[in-house]
């Protein structure tokens, strides 16, 4: 159980259009979704958090119109990068949590290259 | 503020034998969370066991267990009969009460298993 999905697990696009990555939970239904930015060789670094039906919480330093989130749903919250530009570039990884669960589980992670 | 920090960048062992990795953390909330996670060179992240810190008893999960010394503030996580699908980076992470709370990671051991 606790299956999280992301989609897509690659994508690579142009500098200047936007990109939308999905996540959703599969066998569960998530209150509470994280979206995280990894480089390489490092730890993840919380972007923001989303709850269902309400705007997302961002970290200190990332931008809100640049990275869009919505959580319509309890099972898929969505991560837009709008106008991307190389410096975008990163591995993306969501994960989810339910109710008062202790535990954030995780999606596969979405690689981005920006051109 | 929250930090959680792991001294060893780089760790080895060899096949079948036993590895502890450390991680220290600083909360001043009484009830919380630890986490060890896993991330393979598939970059997914993996829990691999998870510590309530009102509970004494030290987590285990198979070849997994934790050392928690909540007075010292300390989370080690001991790998038993080493084994080549092991290799990966370690996460050590904490989390406080409350449904939203965001996870809060150090910056990882790289654990490397020898055959």
């Known amino acids: 159980g606790a299956v999280v999905s992301q989609h897509p697990s690659w994508v690579i696009c142009k500098s200047g259009t936007s990109v939308k990555i999905e996540c959703r939970s599969l066998d569960f239904q998530a209150t509470t979704m994280f979206w995280y930015r990894q480089f390489p060789k490092q730890s993840l670094m919380l972007m923001a958090t989303s709850n269902e039906g309400s705007k997302a919480t961002y970290e200190q330093g990332v931008e809100k119109d640049k990275f869009l989130i919505n959580h319509a749903s309890l099972t898929l919250s969505t991560l837009t990068v709008t106008s991307a530009h190389p410096e975008d570039s990163s591995f993306y990884i969501c994960?989810?949590?339910?109710?008062?669960?202790?535990?954030?589980?995780f999606g596969p992670g979405t690689r981005l290259l920006v051109l | 503020a929250q930090t959680v920090t792991q001294s060893q960048p780089e760790m080895s062992v060899q096949e079948a034998e036993t590895v502890t990795l450390s991680c220290t953390y600083d909360?001043?909330?009484?009830?919380?969370?630890l986490f060890w996670y896993k991330q393979p060179p598939s970059r997914q992240m993996i829990l691999v066991i998870r510590q309530e810190a009102y509970k004494q008893q030290n987590a285990t999960e198979n070849r997994f267990s934790v050392n928690f010394q909540k007075a010292a503030k300390s989370f080690s996580l001991k790998i038993s009969d080493s084994q080549l699908g092991d290799a990966a980076m370690y996460f050590c992470?904490?989390?406080?009460?409350?449904?939203?709370?965001?996870?809060?990671f150090g910056k990882g051991t790289k654990l490397t298993v020898n055959p």
């Open positions: 992470a904490l989390r406080g009460q409350g449904g939203s709370e965001k996870l809060v």
């Open positions: 909360t001043s909330e009484s009830d919380y969370y």
């Open positions: 994960s989810a949590t339910w109710g008062v669960s202790e535990t954030q589980y």
